[in-house]
């Protein structure tokens, strides 16, 4: 944890091409004005927390990325939207998806998280950026695909000139799942699967969720592939988890061009 004379975001995490003309980050539970179970930066209004308390933190957000964010109502889905500035004013009523792309200036398309897999995109010189929330449902119905396209469309290029990077979520030595999301990825998922001792006799495995977030976007032909180096269910002290904690706060991941 930072010292409490650190500057809000002295321990985000932030992607390997975060600079002057892309902004690119997560951020973790710390500095913010909530209390137990969410403390302290909780960003999610839907998690029973303060509103007051969010209020502040998602100001406290916005001020130190220099940009406005816009946030979703994540439904686990695969529909994208394109952020404009009628998305930033007061008032806007979130749009009900789970990835977003801007090409205008000091927009952040920001998802919310706490074990799912944030996923941050830009094209070539920043012309277009975009974010998508990959749980596992949400992965196995494409929303990795469908933020790729969407971005390549909105900017004009190819899959192999985008930058993606996976934020932190549930690595797979936590991430224990049923039949169901081994069914969900199929055959060519598999292998991202490892068996785990059975529970009230049922099978049971581990699930490397970044690997299948990275399998789907190598295969569409992505080649700068970074990031999924945390867990967040196995660090208490960094990251709020929902598998871990249930009644928990939710990290925001954000990317954004700057003016």
Known sequence: MPPEDAPLDADWLRAPWHGNRVGALMTTRHGGASGPPWASLNLGDHVGDDAVAVARNRAAF???IGATPVFLRQV?????????????????????????LSSEPN?????????CLPLLMSAPAGAAVAAAHAGW????????????????TAAGCGPAEVAVWLGAGIGPARFEVG?????????????????????????????????LARD??????????SG?????????SAFFSFRRDGVTGRMAA???IAG
């Open 107 to 115: 927009i952040a398309c920001c998802v919310l998280v706490a074990d």
């Open 62 to 64: 916005a001020h130190a």
């Open 137 to 152: 449902r949400g992965l196995a119905a494409g929303v990795a695909e469908a933020a790729l396209e969407a971005l390549c």
């Open 254 to 256: 954000a990317v954004w």
């Open 228 to 236: 999924a180096d945390r867990c967040t269910a196995s660090d208490a």
């Open 179 to 211: 039949a169901d999301v081994l069914d969900a990825f199929g055959a060519r998922g598999a292998a991202r699967f490892a068996a785990a001792p059975p529970r009230a006799g049922l099978p049971r495995w581990h699930a490397d969720l970044a690997g």
């Open 76 to 100: 686990h889905g695969r529909r994208v939207v394109r952020l404009e500035r009628a998305d930033t004013l007061v008032g806007a009523a979130p749009h009900e998806a789970d990835a977003s």
């Open 216 to 225: 789907r976007l190598a295969a569409c032909g992505v080649r700068d592939l």
